[in-house]
């Protein structure tokens, strides 16, 4: 188990004291009061009060240091001394980057619908002395006020910006609990929205919803591609119409492509070969272009 304070030089030192104090009362028990006795006491005190006196803090911990029960000092990082039974260390604070898991549960959005949402909170301790002097347990006030501030952005928000706009809530709620911890000494540096969970029915309607949505845009869209298509066949009805000859090369096209590409025998009418042929296909143009002069 790690105690906060303990430290190997201060063991080391006590150890020391104790055998300087078995040495002197063993080569000096015979030599007076003040050698044989008083000296190896004082050498026993000094190694009991020397772990209480001579304290170490981390690279990442700073000690809260009360004298009398006033704030005294700030110590740390490294070794650091205090008068024993005067001063008291009243809190080791930690100012690592902590995390802190966080959940609202049947919380309802501002169009009604219940929500589970999981979110975790980055946080770090800035000012060690309102952390330890401000509030009691400033851990789990932090938990408190995330899974308020959750609730309250949930009720305010509608369920689709809590889907689909996640940063934008992110950052909200980072925002509105650095605002509540600041006087603590705490810093929320980001938080992280995991899981937006809704009822199994409701995400039933949901999909069924998007899926008629889609539905609804294909249609839409085949449509509009009928009505291309049908302005596209009026445009070549229109020359068609007037260039009978090219309706009958086209027919023509269609029966090569036909053959070349399927293979098959096409049985035609000999009115329509008659049609095909190249001096009908002329006669046809001289008569229309006979019709197309004024009389």
Do not use: C
């Not at 009061?33 to 190694?47: E, K, N, R, S, T």
């Not at 909200?172 to 929320?188: F, M, N, P, Y």
């Not at 096209?253 to 025998?265: D, F, Q, W």
């Amino acid at each position: 188990m790690n105690i906060p304070g303990t430290n190997a030089p201060a063991n080391l030192i006590a150890i020391l004291w104790l055998l300087a104090a078995l040495v002197v009362g063993f080569f000096a028990h015979d030599a007076g009061l003040v050698l044989g006795y008083l000296l190896p006491a004082l050498l026993v005190l000094a190694a009991v009060l020397t772990p209480m006196s001579l304290l170490m803090a981390k690279q990442w911990e700073k000690a809260v240091v009360l004298r009398f029960g006033k704030l005294h000092a700030t110590r740390g990082p490294g070794l650091f001394a205090i008068v024993p039974f005067i001063d008291q260390v009243t809190a080791w604070i930690d100012q690592r980057i902590q995390t802190i898991e966080f959940n609202a549960e049947q919380a309802l959005t501002k169009d009604t619908v219940p929500a589970n949402i999981d979110a975790i909170l980055f946080w770090q301790v800035h000012d060690p002395q309102r952390a330890a002097l401000e509030i009691t347990d400033y851990r789990s006030a932090i938990l408190r006020v995330a899974q308020t501030s959750l609730r309250e952005m949930i009720g305010a928000s509608p369920l689709s910006a809590l889907m689909s706009e996640r940063k934008v809530a992110d950052q909200q709620l980072r925002e509105e609990i650095g605002r509540k911890t600041a006087d603590w000494g705490v810093s929320a540096i980001s938080v992280e929205i995991r899981d937006v969970a809704i009822p199994a029915q409701l995400q039933d309607a949901m999909s069924r919803q998007a899926q008629a949505e889609r539905e609804k845009a294909a249609r839409v869209i085949l449509s509009a591609a009928e009505a291309e298509i049908a302005q596209k066949f009026l445009e070549a009805a229109n020359i068609y119409g007037q260039h009978p000859a090219a309706l009958q090369l086209r027919a023509m096209n269609i029966v090569y492509e036909t053959t070349k590409e399927r293979g098959a025998t096409i049985l035609i009418p000999s009115a329509m070969v008659d049609s095909m042929n190249p001096g009908g296909i002329l006669g046809l143009t001289s008569n229309a272009a006979a019709v197309a002069l004024p009389a």
